[in-house]
């Protein structure tokens, strides 16, 4: 698409949700530079303790055994929570998960947001407590999981994040938009975000 002239890096996003989620965020790990944003849903991340992690057991013969020398070797070549380093310009990531989600544990995107704030990336987090691996309690959830779009229209209309001022305030303002939906509902209060108890009940942005 870039190549043909259609769009730009830094206007291309990327989304995926479960092993989706586990591709996206591989793919921004290793190749950080095709893409101006991310939003990474419901994923498993650490594949050196997947197996150890809700359901992960289950899906040994799909990923590998991480306790086998010779698979682990393989899994560790592109597991993202592995692999993310400090130092390294990715685009911004939009970790969405749930706490009730009883496929793909919330451990996966509560672990590798923290890690990534800590190494001084850019990252949104939003954990839903309603649903379940979907995210998709009602409709109103279903209007609430389309509103993630805003994060990659924001990039988009804006070409990226050139400007630390105007382009993160774009990225804040579509992440506190996701919030805004149930409450627009008469539900307030059904999600939290942040990665404990103590944080917002509106979707976080660690941008400053």
Same mark, same amino acid.
């Given at each position: ?57 289950? @899906? ?134 942040? @990665? ?13």
């Amino acid at each position: 698409m870039v190549k043909r002239g259609i769009t730009t890096t830094k206007q291309l996003g990327i989304m995926g949700g479960s092993n989706g989620g586990l591709l996206v965020g591989a793919v921004a790990v290793e190749r950080p530079d095709l893409f101006g944003a991310v939003v990474c849903q419901v994923p498993l991340l650490d594949m050196l303790r997947f197996s150890k992690l809700g359901a992960g057991a289950s @899906w040994v013969g799909e990923y590998g055994d991480p306790e086998n020398p010779t698979e682990r070797e393989a899994i560790l070549r592109y597991s993202p929570y592995q692999n993310v380093k400090a130092g390294v310009n990715y685009p911004p990531v939009f970790f969405v998960t749930a706490t009730s989600d009883d496929r793909v544990t919330p451990v996966h995107a509560r672990k590798m947001a923290a890690k990534m704030e800590a190494q001084g990336h850019e990252v949104l987090f939003y954990e839903n407590t309603d649903g379940g691996h979907a995210a998709a309690a009602d409709p109103a959830e279903l209007d609430f999981r389309r509103r993630e779009l805003g994060v990659l229209q924001a990039v988009g209309k804006a070409g990226g994040l050139p400007d630390p001022g105007r382009d993160r305030q774009n990225l804040r303002a579509a992440a506190v938009r996701l919030e805004d939906c149930r409450h627009q509902q008469g539900r307030p209060g059904t999600h939290s975000s942040g @990665w404990s108890s103590g944080g917002s009940t509106r979707a976080q942005s660690r941008f400053s």
